[in-house]
Every structure is written in C-alpha cells, then in structure tokens.
C-alpha cells in the first residue's frame, strides 16, 4: 500500500491497517487518529507533525522514523520498535509502551507523563529535557541514556536499570535518590545531582 492510498483509504471511514508495508512513506501532518496498525513496517517513514492519537502501533516496526511532535497520545505502542527514531517533542502523553524499543532514539522535550513504560528499552535513547510526570518506568532499560533535565516527578523506577546513564539536573525524590547512593559501585559512571563521580552498576529496587 501507498501513501496516497492509506490517507484515502482513512478518509473513506477505514480503519484497520494491519501488516502492511508503508517503508520510508511519507506521512507528514497526516490524521490518523483511532486506527490499527498492527505489525506494520513504517520504518524510515516521515511521520512529523501527524497524528495516531488513540490508535494501535502494536509490534508495528517504527526504526528510524521521524516523529517530529507526532501525536501519539494515549496510543498502543506495546512492543513497537522506535530504535534510532527521532521523536523531538512527541506527544506520548498516557501510551502503553510496555517492551516497546526506543534504543538510539531522540526524545528530547517529548511529553511521557502518565505513559507506561514498563520493560521498555530506552538504551543510549536521549531524553533530555523530556517530561516523564507519572510514567511508569518500572524495570525499564535505561543504561547509557541522557536525561538531564527531564522532569521525573511521580514517575515510578522499580528495578529500573540506570547503568551510565546521564542524570544532571534531574531532581529525584530522596527516597530514590537514596536508593541511587546506594548502588554505588566502582565501575560505571554516571552523574547524579548534587554528586560527582558516582557510579552505578544494579538496578534500583
């Protein structure tokens, strides 16, 4: 299927797009509130400023794609693969995001609040900036990712893995923070607020 032919098959009332190809399509300020787009190849496709608000990109394979303020709130992003995808100030506001892939991916000043990100792979992923209010974090993969200055106030990080990761300017609570302090290894850095040369090497419990 076609770019052309999906928006038309769209605005015709279709709704169910699963397993289709649409690679490297282009689908820029596109509405497409409220479909299904299970197991879909959008790899590479240009998806900025469009919207999938409410809709199902279930095990869909998003790599490289650019969502650039994509509206993606309240989505089903379960198991989706965002690797090396930009997504500078994606609106995720409430998706479901359980195991989903965004290793590599720039999220920079995306909205995260209330999402659920559990077992989510955010590896080397930039969050910099990101506003993360409520998420759910919990034995999320966040080795070597940026999130300086991202807003993590009410977020939950059960088991969360935070190996290398960049934590300037973050303001955790002290109960986590505490938990933080006290995986203090001597093997791998990260930087955490109000201290230098840290380490860290487990998860938070």
């Known amino acids: 299927m076609k770019a052309c032919q999906l928006q038309d098959s769209y605005e ?4 169910y797009f699963a397993w289709i190809n649409l690679k490297l399509a282009n689908l820029s300020e596109v509405n497409l ?7 879909c190849n959008l790899a590479y496709s240009d998806f900025s400023q469009a919207s999938f608000r409410d809709s199902s990109l279930e095990k869909c394979n998003l790599m490289g794609a650019t ?4 509206n993606l709130e309240r ?3 379960i198991q989706a693969q965002f690797d090396q995808a930009i997504m500078i100030r994606a609106n995720l506001r409430n998706v479901q995001a359980k195991q989903a892939s965004f290793s590599n ?13 559990s077992q989510a792979d955010f590896t080397k992923a930039n969050l910099s900036y990101a506003n993360l209010r409520g998420a759910n974090l919990s034995r999320a993969q966040l080795t070597g990712a940026n999130l300086t ?20 300017r973050v303001d955790f609570p002290p109960a986590i ?29």
Do not use: H, M
């Open 12 to 15: 015709q009332g279709k709704r």
């Open 149 to 168: 200055g991202a807003d993590i106030t009410g977020a939950i990080f059960q088991q969360t893995y935070l190996a290398e990761a960049i934590l300037e």
């Open 105 to 117: 991916s720039d999220l920079r000043l995306a909205d995260l609040r209330g999402a659920d990100l």
């Open 75 to 77: 989505a089903n992003l």
């Open 177 to 205: 923070l505490n938990k933080l302090t006290a995986a203090v290894t001597t093997n791998i850095e990260i930087r955490l607020p109000d201290s230098k040369n840290l380490t860290l090497s487990r998860n938070i419990v």
């Open 67 to 70: 969502l650039w303020r994509t």
């Open 33 to 39: 509130a409220g479909a299904e787009f299970c197991c």
